[in-house]
């Protein structure tokens, strides 16, 4: 084996593709982790201070996975020393008849612990919020914020601990398959047994280089923050808690937001979908729509916000037909994982992602049923997308 020569390789250090390099690395994988920008960056999905993490889901499975993924997150928290999630309770609203039934009995049916806000009680608990005519709210009491970018120099601080490599500002060029994959980038040349594409928006730019394409649509989210009239109303340390509305007057898509915490003064609220981007060309797309829906909706329902954003910030969501992500063997090389499509609720998962990529680049039994996430499932939909 030469010195560039590696068990595996992972391209993409967002939070998917640091959190497979320090599984690898922890299974004693000689692994490089490429990257096309310098290191921390904020062009791709992983950027910026916070997340949501919360086990209210539609499925089952999600449920299920965040079980462990809370454990992993505290482990990590536990390795490193450091905080990465702080509990914060997540507020789900949504028309009493739709969504919010399905979240609720996923809920239950998984004894996650929630609160049940009744209309009549719910100013008390959440001050400060109007909830909408036929709506019902509940609390997922586990859910809460973690804290992004801190989480991604963490994970790659513990997978250079374990001897892994990152290879930063090297952009991916060129893929040739083959029993030993050898992987070109700007400055160098390099070859592993295995190969794991974590590339976030540039997944299809990627795997253009090994005959797939994925039915993958690349999205940019306007990144809102709002000021409080009343300094503190929203604020992390007054308990108040993340949300999601699930839909509303305004928009069928959700609407989320996380308590004022990283910007003074400043709560982030967000809408779930955006317009479509080339991911070189982000701040080229200049669509607004979605902060015209959250002007709306913040002024009926958030009335100590200040409707109009005083923070606007840049991120992508890449999607599937489905929402779902795709974590999958190459449909023709065997030796390549793919983790991508993460559909704007990946980040929470970024641990057990990890272990599950690592687990079916080593040709292992994943530990979860992953056929909600093959790729076969867009075959029906769209032979030419694959
Ligand atoms: C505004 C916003 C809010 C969100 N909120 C939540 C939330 O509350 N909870 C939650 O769980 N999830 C949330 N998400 C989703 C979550 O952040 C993403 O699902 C996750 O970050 C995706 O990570 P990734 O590693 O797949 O992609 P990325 O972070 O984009 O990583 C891919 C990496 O690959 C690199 N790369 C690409 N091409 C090449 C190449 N040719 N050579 C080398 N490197 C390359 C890129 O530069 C990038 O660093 C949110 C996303 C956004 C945008
Ligand atoms: O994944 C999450 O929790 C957030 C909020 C809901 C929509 C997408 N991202």
Redesign the pocket.
Same mark, same amino acid.
């Given at each position: 084996m030469s010195s560039q020569d590696y068990d595996c390789i992972v391209?993409?250090? !967002? $939070? *998917? !593709?640091?959190f497979t390099a320090y599984n690898l690395a922890k299974n004693n994988k000689k692994t490089l982790l &490429?990257? *096309? %920008?310098v290191?921390p +960056?904020s062009? @791709?999905?992983? +950027? !910026?201070q916070?997340?949501?993490?919360?086990k209210a889901y539609d499925e089952d499975y999600y449920t299920h996975m965040m079980e462990e993924c809370y454990q992993l997150w505290s482990q990590l928290e536990k390795e490193a020393n450091v905080k990465l999630y702080r509990r914060t309770g997540l507020l789900v609203m949504g028309p009493e008849q739709g969504d919010y039934q399905v979240f609720k009995s996923t809920l239950e049916r998984n004894k996650v612990p929630i609160v049940i806000l009744p209309r009549e009680e719910f100013s008390q608990h959440i001050p400060h919020v109007n909830l909408s005519q036929g709506n019902a709210a509940l609390v997922d009491t586990t859910a809460g914020v &973690?804290y992004?970018d801190r989480t991604l120099k963490t994970v790659q601080g513990q997978f250079q601990k374990l001897g892994g490599v990152i290879k930063d500002g *090297?952009? $991916?060029?060129d893929i040739t398959p083959g029993s030993v994959v050898t992987v070109t980038?700007v400055s160098g040349v390099y070859r592993a047994k295995r190969l794991v594409i /974590?590339? @976030?928006?540039?997944?299809n730019? &990627?795997l253009s280089h090994t005959g797939l394409q994925l039915p993958l649509q690349v999205i940019k989210?306007n $990144?809102c923050y709002w000021r409080e009239k009343i300094p503190g109303s929203y604020n992390v340390q007054h308990r108040f808690p #993340?949300f999601i509305q699930l839909e509303s007057e305004e928009a069928k898509h959700h609407i989320?937001g &996380?308590p004022s915490n990283e910007y003074p003064g400043l709560m982030k609220i #967000?809408y779930h979908t955006g317009a479509e981007t080339d991911?070189d060309e982000r701040d080229r797309q200049t669509d607004r729509g979605d902060i015209d829906i959250l002007q709306r909706y913040i002024t009926r329902c958030f009335p100590g916000l200040v409707p109009i954003p005083a923070v606007v910030?840049s #991120?992508?969501? /890449?999607v599937t037909p489905d929402n779902h992500f795709v974590l999958d063997l190459h449909p023709t090389h065997s030796n390549i994982v793919i983790?991508?499509g %993460?559909?704007? +609720? @990946? %980040?929470? %998962? @970024?641990p057990i $992602?990890g272990k599950l990529l690592c687990e079916l680049s080593q040709g292992e039994v994943p530990s979860y049923d992953l056929s909600p996430f093959r790729i076969r499932r867009f075959q029906a939909h769209s032979k030419s997308a694959l």
């Open positions: 391209i993409g250090a !967002g $939070v *998917q !593709g640091s &490429l990257e *096309q %920008f290191l +960056h062009r @791709g999905s992983s +950027h !910026g916070t997340r949501i993490i919360r &973690l992004a *090297q952009k $991916v060029i980038t /974590t590339a @976030g928006p540039w997944a730019t &990627l989210i $990144v #993340c989320y &996380l #967000c991911p910030e #991120c992508m969501y /890449t983790g991508a %993460f559909s704007g +609720h @990946g %980040f929470k %998962f @970024g $992602v």
